[in-house]
């Protein structure tokens, strides 16, 4: 009898071993991808889009192996791409930065290809894809307002620095923008029909240039083209 219970432990401690040298001899596997952080905003409602460009973050990739089972740094190893890139852009070694041309979610991947499925068979072309959010926050318009009013026989038109007031202006005419509290602006006219003249109600006036500086309440100037 104790032979036989003898033969039955040697034959489990071979299946064991030969289950462990198995497990061990597999190829280790990425199965999953963790984006850092997994959201990002930007931006204020009370700020122009346009003055969230440049805005940088380091996002960083996270893989988490089987065989043995770990989780690894492969911010360098994944493939970065941005479903928006008017809102963000990634590059390849992950740093997200903020376009300022639109608003709104852009999906950021971070992906790899395996050639392996989830049971460490060969799948080529498979991929392992992790995702973050970033949010650009749009402009509300609240701020102090702007207001360009136009004179004179003339046309033309008005842009702004930061950009929130373009326009086409005629005799008569007025167009406005809002900006946030404190904001230093400059408005620069260009005549379409006839000439520009002169500009009235700003801070001080460099040729077809108005600026106005430390915007706290609202402003109304004056466009001349004759």
Same mark, same amino acid.
């Given at each position: 009898?104790?032979?036989?219970?003898?033969?039955?432990?040697?034959?489990?401690?071979?299946?064991?071993?030969?289950?462990?040298?198995?497990?061990?001899?597999?190829?280790?596997?990425?199965?999953?991808?963790?984006?850092?952080?997994?959201?990002?905003?930007?931006?204020?409602?009370?700020?122009?889009?346009?003055?969230?460009?440049?805005?940088?973050?380091?996002?960083?990739?996270?893989?988490?192996?089987?065989?043995?089972?770990?989780?690894?740094?492969?911010?360098?190893?994944?493939?970065?791409?941005?479903?928006?890139?008017?809102?963000?852009? +990634?590059?390849?070694? !992950?740093?997200?930065?903020? #376009? =300022?041309?639109? *608003?709104?979610?852009?999906?950021?991947?971070?992906? /790899? $290809?395996?050639?392996?499925?989830?049971?460490?068979?060969?799948?080529?072309?498979?991929?392992?894809?992790?995702?973050?959010?970033?949010?650009?926050?749009?402009?509300?318009?609240?701020?102090?307002?702007?207001?360009?009013?136009?004179?004179?026989?003339?046309?033309?038109?008005?842009?702004?620095?930061?950009?929130?007031?373009?326009?086409?202006?005629?005799?008569?005419?007025?167009?406005?923008?809002?900006?946030?509290?404190?904001?230093?602006?400059?408005?620069?006219?260009?005549?379409?029909?006839?000439?520009? +003249?002169?500009?009235? !109600?700003?801070?001080?006036? #460099? =040729?077809?240039? *108005?600026?106005?500086?430390?915007?706290?309440?609202? /402003? $109304?100037?004056?466009?001349?083209?004759?």
């Amino acid at each position: 009898m104790s032979r036989n219970w003898f033969s039955v432990a040697a034959l489990v401690v071979a299946a064991f071993t030969l289950l462990t040298f198995s497990s061990c001899g597999d190829k280790q596997e990425l199965v999953s991808i963790q984006v850092q952080p997994g959201t990002e905003t930007v931006g204020a409602s009370n700020i122009p889009v346009s003055q969230d460009a440049g805005f940088q973050v380091q996002l960083s990739a996270q893989g988490t192996y089987i065989h043995p089972p770990v989780t690894k740094d492969i911010t360098n190893q994944v493939t970065w791409a941005s479903n928006t890139p008017q809102m963000f852009t +990634v590059n390849s070694t !992950g740093l997200l930065t903020a #376009t =300022g041309a639109a *608003c709104g979610n852009t999906l950021v991947s971070a992906k /790899v $290809t395996t050639n392996a499925d989830g049971s460490g068979l060969s799948a080529s072309g498979a991929e392992i894809t992790g995702y973050m959010t970033a949010n650009l926050v749009c402009f509300t318009g609240t701020g102090p307002t702007v207001t360009v009013n136009s004179a004179g026989a003339g046309a033309g038109t008005i842009s702004s620095a930061p950009a929130g007031l373009g326009c086409s202006l005629s005799n008569g005419s007025s167009c406005m923008g809002s900006f946030p509290t404190g904001t230093s602006l400059t408005l620069t006219a260009s005549a379409t029909n006839g000439a520009f +003249v002169s500009w009235a !109600g700003c801070d001080s006036t #460099t =040729g077809t240039v *108005c600026s106005i500086n430390n915007l706290t309440s609202d /402003v $109304t100037v004056t466009v001349t083209f004759n």
